[in-house]
């Protein structure tokens, strides 16, 4: 219950550490020029608290933005000017953002892989509906979110794996079938059967069932390359990973220490053994990790590597490094029970994938703003079960520790969680607060701000350009009475932004009717298959129609994308040309001649006019 439950507020109710960061960054601008020290955050330290001083004594507010306490947790780790910042999202952020994305969405799906996974580990004869089920659930991950398809797949070929093996879970009646199989030369045939059988099962499932889509799907983002920008340090590592790393290190520091124990007590009775010439070895001395039982070996090993990467620049190697390898350990260490390899084998995929965001990126991705941003989502979950497990785990191990350490431990623990804790309720109600019409009151309805919101926009991307603010009840009125009596789904005419996430395409965005072309990055990256010209050809064609005089050139391009609607309201009247806009109503009152299309008005109020394109 305690792992279930953890694993629940690890994995969506807590936040990073994000917002404690937020407050001691605060607290720091607060407390003036830092003096040179040489012990580590010493000087902060100090600023931090001469910053606390100023807010208790004295009343003084921080020095924050109102989105900060939601934004500044999924975007905190730091980049080189000119660089796209890493994406450090959470569940939380993203069910209080009402961020409807792929990695939203499949959500369900990888824990519901996971859940396959550990069944598959604790079954040694697997259902085959469960292998349906896995090949549904994991196929699903692919035209869903693609980053995810190859990572729980490996989890459910290894869970298989696991299951079927058994090798771990010796001294029970099928173990010792295993072994007895095993002596007459057939058991390992018959085990690697049953895996190939069903590894292919899953993996044949997970493609078939989805075999439409596969065979018409083009990925723009096919190649990865070296990345040579920014990297993240060690300590902000720890402030996104922090919470659910510190009981899961606690675990392995224990399983390494009972591991090299029981390998001693083996060797001991071996030499015993060897000694007295009562009995044959007992200890694998020919095994591959035979080298590896020494700890000292294997932490001069961790040292070197975590030092050369450290070297070259790759900071979370202090952190992923340690505890990969010895994750890695656990993974193969013999007589690991199955269930503890595949948590061992999540912490280690999760740790190998935050390493590699910080030596390579997926090519043509925003700086690493992407690659960080879907492989840590991998990470978040994966360490928030292994973590949660962990939690319980040690729970019970702690009984038998000092009274001091075991509260010290619980201590440190519920600090961390309180850390975590603090998201939600400050994101919940900067959220609410960050408004973009502060007369708007409380309401389900998403379009409700613009009835008496104002966005300042226009042109100030254009060279010469004046921004103007531009009043929105007159489009929300439009919209709805879109949404109440244009049937189908017609494709319609809207004027363009200069950049994203500007008021532009806010016709498309609330009808849900196809328009000629989105914003432009956006429209590009999803089709990343076709060359980015194609984009912009059509944003040339959209700013000419509105642009130009000629009706006749207007009146080719409607005809080219099959235009049934064409909207003008303040925003188009803030980016074009008034001569180019007035030549809709011209075409509306002259009618069809020649080559030009007749435009019929449909709607007319508070300065938004509708055309609808006849012929």
């Known amino acids: 219950m305690l792992a279930g439950g953890m694993g629940l507020v690890f994995t969506v109710v807590l936040g990073n550490l994000g917002v404690v960061h937020l407050i001691r960054t605060a607290l720091i601008a607060l407390g003036g020029e ?20 100023q807010v208790i004594a004295h009343g003084t507010s921080l020095p924050l933005r109102i989105e900060a306490w939601y934004w500044h947790p999924t975007r905190i780790i730091p980049a080189w000017p000119g660089e796209a910042g890493p994406i450090t999202e959470f569940p939380a952020f993203t069910f209080l953002y009402g961020d409807l994305h792929a990695h939203m969405i499949a959500l369900p799906l990888t824990l519901l892989a996971l859940a396959l996974a550990v069944y598959w580990m604790r079954s040694r004869r697997p259902t085959w509906l469960s292998l349906a089920l896995g090949g549904l659930a994991i196929g699903a991950l692919y035209p869903t979110n693609t980053w995810d398809y190859p990572t729980y797949l490996v989890l459910g070929v290894v869970g298989l794996a696991l299951g079927t093996w058994r090798m771990s879970t010796s001294g029970t009646r099928g173990d010792k079938e295993t072994r007895r199989q095993g002596d007459k030369g057939t058991g390992g045939a018959r085990w690697l059967l049953g895996l190939v059988g069903r590894v292919v099962g899953l993996v044949g499932l997970s493609v078939v069932l989805y075999l439409p889509y596969l065979q018409h799907y083009a990925a723009g983002y096919t190649s990865v390359e070296m990345w040579r920008g920014s990297r993240t340090p060690a300590d902000i590592y720890l402030w996104i990973h922090g919470i659910v790393l510190f009981p899961l ?16 007590k083996s060797q001991i009775a071996n030499r015993r053994s060897r000694i007295s010439n009562l009995q044959p070895p007992t200890s694998n ?13 294997l932490l001069l090993g961790v040292i070197v590597v975590t030092v050369v990467m450290v070297g070259l620049g790759y900071w979370v190697a ?24 595949l948590l061992w084998l999540m912490a280690g995929t999760s740790m190998a994938l935050c390493l590699a965001v910080e030596v390579i990126v997926l090519k043509g991705d925003i700086s690493r703003m992407n690659t960080v941003f879907k492989f840590y989502l991998q990470v978040w979950t994966l360490l928030s079960v292994a973590g949660a497990v962990s939690l319980a785990w040690v729970r019970e191990r702690a009984l038998r520790w000092r009274a001091e350490w075991r509260t010290l431990w619980w201590i440190g623990m519920g600090l961390l969680i309180l850390g975590g804790a603090l998201f939600l309720p400050y994101g919940i109600r900067a959220r609410a607060v960050d408004r973009m019409s502060p007369q708007t009151g409380l309401t389900l309805d998403g379009m409700a701000f613009a009835r008496t919101g104002t966005v300042v926009d226009g042109t100030p991307g254009q060279e010469g350009g004046v921004a103007q603010e531009i009043p929105l009840a007159g489009d929300y009125a439009a919209i709805r009475w879109m949404q109440d009596n244009v049937p189908g789904s017609p494709v319609i005419l809207e004027g363009l932004g200069y950049r994203e996430y500007l008021w532009a395409n806010r016709v498309s965005i609330y009808t849900g009717l ?34 130009t005089p000629d009706a006749a050139r207007a009146s080719e391009i409607l005809s080219r994308y099959g235009v049934r609607y064409v909207y003008v309201g303040a925003y188009e009247r803030a980016y074009y040309d008034p001569a180019g806009l007035a030549k809709f109503e011209e075409m509306a009152r002259m009618g069809t001649s020649g080559a030009v299309r007749t435009l019929r008005v449909v709607y007319d109020a508070e300065g938004v006019r509708i055309y609808e394109v006849g012929g």
């Open 34 to 53: 830092m003096f040179p020290s040489t012990i580590p955050v010493f000087a902060e330290t100090v600023a931090m608290f001469r910053g606390l001083w």
């Open 249 to 264: 290190v606690t675990r392995m520091v224990i399983q390494m220490r009972n591991v090299y124990c029981a390998h001693r």
């Open 285 to 297: 001395l020919h095994s591959p990790f035979s080298i590896l039982h020494s700890p000292f070996i």
């Open 318 to 341: 202090a952190v992923v490094v340690p505890v990969g390898v010895i994750a890695a350990y656990l993974l193969l260490a013999p007589g690991m029970l199955a269930s503890r390899r």
């Open 514 to 547: 196809p328009a000629v072309v989105g914003w432009r990055w956006h429209q590009a990256q999803q089709r990343a298959a076709l060359p980015d010209s194609m984009v912009d050809w059509r944003r040339n064609d959209v700013d000419e129609c509105y642009n």
